[in-house]
């Protein structure tokens, strides 16, 4: 067994392998060989990943900035409409300012 580990084995001198190791050799090989494409295949898919995941995020930011544009285009419209039609819309509503509360709160008329 020592000769074994040491190199020396009396009959299979230097180089020559046993036809058994030949073949675990070879397997060793081919599993080397599809270890490393895998690893190639896995490392461009990552990089397509990270590349969808900075486009997901970059629609998710102009998705937020478009609707707080939007909802900050309704608000002011809403502002502008409210005083475009001096108070129409809270008087429509029954709303009046300063309608008889103490502190001049709105106060419903029902």
């Known amino acids: 067994m020592d000769e074994m580990r040491d190199g020396g084995?009396?009959?299979?001198?230097?180089d020559?392998?046993?036809?058994e190791e030949e073949q675990h050799m070879s397997?060793?090989?081919?599993?080397?060989?599809?270890?490393k494409q895998s690893f190639a295949e896995l490392r461009e898919l990552k990089a397509a990943i990270e590349q969808i995941q900075k486009m997901l995020e970059k629609g998710r930011v102009k998705?937020?900035?478009d609707f707080d544009e939007w909802?900050?285009?309704?608000?002011?419209?809403?502002?502008?409409?409210?005083?475009?039609?001096?108070?129409a819309v809270a008087a429509?509503?029954?709303?009046?300012?300063?309608?008889?509360?103490?502190g001049g709160e709105q106060v419903r008329h029902d």
Do not use: F, M, W
Not at 9 to 14: D, P, R, V
């Open 27 to 35: 397997a060793i090989e081919r599993e080397k060989a599809v270890y």
């Open 71 to 87: 909802y900050s285009a309704c608000l002011n419209y809403e502002a502008r409409d409210t005083v475009k039609h001096g108070g």
């Open 9 to 14: 084995g009396g009959e299979g001198e230097g």
């Open 92 to 102: 429509a509503a029954g709303y009046t300012p300063g309608g008889g509360g103490a």
């Open 16 to 19: 020559q392998r046993t036809p």
């Open 63 to 65: 998705l937020q900035d």
